[in-house]
């Protein structure tokens, strides 16, 4: 069975610092990899997924990720933290070739400091 | 392009009345459709999925029900409310990848 883990319910950065989310996944098939973020009261929206090719994902606002399958990871980065960038970020996991049914992690909130 | 609506956006209901949840899909045809329910402080729970009109299926045991009468239209139903019903309800659509709507805010007292 499919699981994601993200290390961190809380995750506090300086503006301007590295941002730095992590996601780690156990699938028994190659997986499609997701990236969301989650402003306060509103839906959920995509940052950036992984389905195949090329392993380094770029996304929306300056996001990144990259799917290291040796490590079961799909780790989330920002070279420099807005304070913007304030929210809940869920990284997600699909079989691939599934119907588009998605297994969540438990979410990471992101602070941001002046 | 695709768009999903929900409403209402916010919601306040007594403990024992009946819910209806609306969530319609635009600019797509045959859509998966899914309601999910998020508690306050806590990650997001599958609740019900759809392949097609009148095809439901449920992941977790509950108070609730859902129907899709329509093609792009997903309807998150209870006959009577609980406490525990409060929550931030997400109504997505997919075809490889899952788009959500805005979320409905149900509080139930």
């Known amino acids: 069975a499919q699981s994601v883990t993200q290390l961190g319910s809380h995750v506090s950065v300086s503006e301007g610092a590295l941002v730095l989310l992590r996601c780690n996944y156990s699938?028994?098939?190659?997986?499609?990899l997701f990236w969301y973020v989650q402003y306060p009261n509103q839906g959920l929206q995509l940052l950036l997924k992984?389905?195949?090719?090329?392993?380094l994902v770029k996304g929306i606002n300056g996001f990144e990720a990259e799917f290291k399958k040796s490590e079961t990871s799909f780790h989330l980065t920002k070279p420099s933290a807005h304070m913007s960038d304030a929210a809940e970020y869920f990284c997600?996991?699909?079989?691939?070739?599934?119907?588009?049914?998605?297994?969540f992690g438990q979410g990471t909130t992101l602070q941001v400091k002046p | 392009s695709q768009t999903i609506h929900q409403w209402p956006a916010t919601l306040v209901q007594p403990v024992g009345s009946p819910l209806s949840l609306e969530c319609t899909v635009e600019g797509t045809s045959n859509p998966n459709l899914y309601w999910y329910r998020q508690a306050a402080g806590r990650g997001l729970q599958l609740l019900f999925y759809?392949?097609?009109?009148?095809?439901i299926s449920s992941e977790v045991p509950q108070n609730l029900s859902a129907s899709r009468p329509q093609d792009r239209q997903f309807i998150l139903s209870s006959k009577k409310l609980l406490l525990s019903d409060s929550g931030f309800y997400l109504c997505?659509?997919?075809?490889?990848?899952?788009?959500f709507g805005p979320g409905t805010r149900l509080l139930v007292l």
């Open positions: 759809s392949v097609g009109i009148g095809q």
């Open positions: 992984y389905t195949t090719g090329a392993t």
């Open positions: 699938s028994s098939v190659p997986p499609y």
């Open positions: 997505a659509w997919s075809r490889e990848t899952q788009y």
């Open positions: 997600a996991v699909s079989p691939a070739g599934n119907t588009g049914k998605l297994i």
